[in-house]
């Protein structure tokens, strides 16, 4: 393979994308760079423009003068950290949440439509190819947050998430087949009667293999909706994976109707009660229990999902 090579597959690429004309091909006022900040910013709960900057590789002065004419258009917030007063802390605004997100849409169909034109039998071998890319061009650097999609589940993932759940909370926390059995009947239960329009599951993947998952689901009480499943591989974690997977759930809850949104944990589970805490959960009450071969401690824990858009 010589350099030519490369930059006409990047010739060729660019074009199939409509990079080169990005805000016509999304019907929107904004470049590629500028539909990037606003999607590093809606799925990482807290971020600032050095964040920003490391993960985009973009220029101080571009970033500041992106993120400038985003505070104008009222997308963003700027506020100083929580954790180092020197440093400024982004977050979308209302507004700037549903840019992003019809932005998201936008590029869904795009690439929705050119995939449409892809043989069915040639989509496992465009995957393979794209994967390869990616693994040969980013050998030895660690994974990033960019590299993790989320998507609807496909054959077989289902049986992943039954799985996968028991293996990890047997290695981490010696839970027996007890809770296997719990999660299969969740998933089962899901599996043969749900409402697509009010329940959901998300799978992240990352270099083509499922790493994360979590679940949307109708509570008994009116209104309500319980997030259930939240799971991330070991070697997947740092991503802000599990962020991405509880902000999916709120944002579709909030987006369907649901007043508010529950999950029921345990407190040996830290890293996730710190998860469902960042996106404004509230503890509402706690019981000890003897399950899954242990001695736990349950908790409910309650998102108001008016309250939490404000």
Known sequence: MTVQD?????RFYTNVIGALDYSRQLYAPYTLTESRVLYELAHAPRTDAADLRAELSLDAGYLSRILNKFEEA??????????DPRRRRITLTTRGRETADLLAERANESVGALLSTVPSADRTRLAEAMRAVRE?????????REDVVLRE?????LGWIVSRNAALYAAEFGWNTDYEGLV???V?????????????VWIAELDGRPVGCV????DDAPGTARLRLLLVEPEARGLGIGDRLVEAVIDFARGVGYREL?????????????IYQRHGFVLSAEKPHRSFGKDLNGQDWRLDLHGAQE
């Open 136 to 144: 040969i061009l980013s050998e030895g650097r660690p994974p990033r």
């Open 262 to 274: 529950v999950l029921w944990t345990n407190d040996v589970l830290a890293a996730a009660r710190r």
């Open 74 to 83: 009222g997308l963003i917030e700027r506020a100083p950290s929580d954790t």
């Open 215 to 218: 679940m949307c689901v109708r």
């Open 6 to 10: 490369i930059r006409t597959f990047n």
């Open 184 to 186: 299969a009947r969740i």
């Open 188 to 200: 089962a239960d899901f599996a043969e009667d749900h409402d697509p329009h009010l329940e959901r």
């Open 153 to 157: 589940p496909g054959p077989g993932d």
